[in-house]
């Protein structure tokens, strides 16, 4: 009777230890999302006026992808499209359409989700940082979303303050002690959220988990803590003082607050940017969860100039022409980092091309499941596993809204921008990458055919939206 009590003990134990040990087999992800870091800003991408260490050592041991972009040149349809696997010519949210009081356009509950295939593969999932995707208790509420957990800034909007009135918790609305419109500073919101996402990862060391960092961080507004970080940087500089709207009554929350000294701001909030991913770093190694996780680093868009900020002064664009809201290489071209201990052996420098709508079928392959919807990526977990049967795009397309439309596709070597495309003042560009990566000399009249071509692959590239229409006429 003993012995079978402990051959049945035994048995028990080991597929106790199997199920434990197959759960810990599967990697945990953490995505972590930069606010308006140009290409330029890492020191690993070439910045020289500052550095970043802690990004730098996920460059230097894992993949630098050097063609990677973003959805993109502005935040919430880049967003969309890195969550949803489509381009902006097909993906739900095109623009930053605001909803009052507060929030974005949603995204609808048919749009599939990177989160919600983590969730269908068991993983705990959550967001720490800014959304903008809809409103809480809307169809793009982050936790209808896929996500479990969202903590931070629900609006783009309310996330241009960082000493902002409130935040969210999932659905609750969390009011920030010392923080209000007479120009009281005390809660930095950017350090309550990193800490929030510390927290979760002491809570999930024991399961799977997709941890999404989207830190605010260096968007405008430009302001940090008076602490050792700023003062690394104050008087380093020259400096020209930017007059913005400072926080009193009548102030909106999309203004932006006056800095008397922008460029050691900026410095101090890409070096504190730097500092929270080597928190995140040594948290994972502290659990002993590093080696079993990937993480990957990049930036929603080009770098911004609002607020005071210079990305020339910088060279944010790393000699790259463009920021923000262009579609120029500079506004849609990020850093992109992939670090991930246990399979990536031998640290390299990859030009794949890729782009966000990559990520939804890399991470379905990833996990093993089929894709819940249309998308236009492709997988690129044969690039991070260092395999020869990496597919490339036909092409890349993008659009942007704003100043009267703009569009923009990729083949090879070849990079058309359209200008004006929603008035009689339309300009189209072509570029050769290959030989003009800071895109100078337009050839679109000595390669008439080639600009037909990509000009065609634009047209078939984008579906009118009903609610994010393009051409004021159809095409």
């Not at 609750?172 to 929030?196: F, M």
């Not at 990079?415 to 290959?434: C, G, H, I, M, P």
Request: hydrophobic share 35%.
């Amino acid at each position: 009777m003993l012995n079978k009590l402990i051959a049945t003990t035994f048995i028990i134990l080991c597929s106790f230890n199997l199920t434990l040990a197959q759960k810990q087999s599967k990697p945990n992800i953490v995505f972590i999302l930069a606010d308006d870091l140009g290409y330029g800003d890492l020191s690993c991408f070439g910045q020289k006026k500052f550095s970043t260490p802690n990004i730098d050592k996920l460059a230097a041991k894992g993949i630098k992808f050097t063609q990677f972009y973003a959805g993109t040149s502005v935040c919430a349809p880049s967003r969309s499209s890195l969550l949803s696997g489509q381009h902006t010519g097909h993906t739900y949210v095109r623009g930053n359409k605001e909803v009052q009081p507060e929030g974005q356009q949603p995204i609808p509950d048919s749009v599939s989700t990177i989160a919600e295939q983590f969730k269908k593969a068991g993983y705990a999932t959550a967001i720490f940082g800014k959304w903008g995707l809809g409103f809480v208790g809307t169809s793009g509420d982050p936790n209808k979303q896929g996500f479990d957990t969202f903590y931070g800034y629900n609006c783009q909007r309310e996330s241009h303050r960082f000493y902002p009135s409130h935040l969210w918790e999932n659905g609750k609305k969390v009011l920030l002690q010392g923080n209000d419109e007479l120009q009281n500073h005390i809660t930095y919101a950017p350090d309550l959220i990193q800490a929030k996402a510390l927290d979760f990862l002491n809570k999930h060391r024991d399961k799977p988990f997709f941890l999404y960092l989207t830190y605010t961080l260096p968007h405008a507004e430009l302001i940090v803590p008076n602490d050792d970080i700023f003062e690394k940087f104050d008087g380093k500089f020259p400096e020209k003082a930017f007059v913005g709207q400072d926080y009193g009554p009548g102030a909106t929350p999309a203004g932006y607050v006056s800095q008397a000294k922008p460029h050691a701001t900026f410095a101090a909030m890409v070096t504190r940017l730097d500092k929270y991913v080597g928190e995140v770093m040594d948290k994972l190694k502290a659990l002993g969860i590093d080696e079993n996780t990937l993480i990957v680093f990049t930036s929603d868009n080009g770098p911004h100039t609002e607020g005071g900020a210079d990305p020339a002064f910088f060279n944010s664009s790393g000699g790259l022409r463009g920021v923000k809201r262009d579609l120029y290489e500079g506004g849609i071209r990020v850093p992109f980092i992939v670090n991930w201990p246990n399979k990536i052996k031998k640290p390299s420098v990859n030009n794949h091309i890729g782009a966000f709508w990559d990520l939804y079928p890399t991470f379905s392959q990833l996990l093993g499941l089929k894709q819940n919807s249309y998308t236009d990526g492709i997988s690129i977990l044969p690039s991070i596993l260092g395999e020869k049967s990496q597919k490339n795009h036909a092409y890349l397309y993008w659009e942007f809204h704003e100043n009267n439309g703009r569009q923009a596709a990729r083949k090879n070597n070849w990079k058309a921008v359209y200008l004006d495309v929603k008035t009689k003042n339309e300009k189209f560009e072509l570029y050769d990458l290959d030989k003009d990566p800071q895109e100078k000399n337009d050839v679109a009249l000595i390669y008439p055919e080639i600009a037909k071509e990509i000009k065609r692959i634009m047209e078939n590239a984008h579906d009118e939206s009903v609610v994010y229409p393009f051409f004021k006429t159809s095409k």
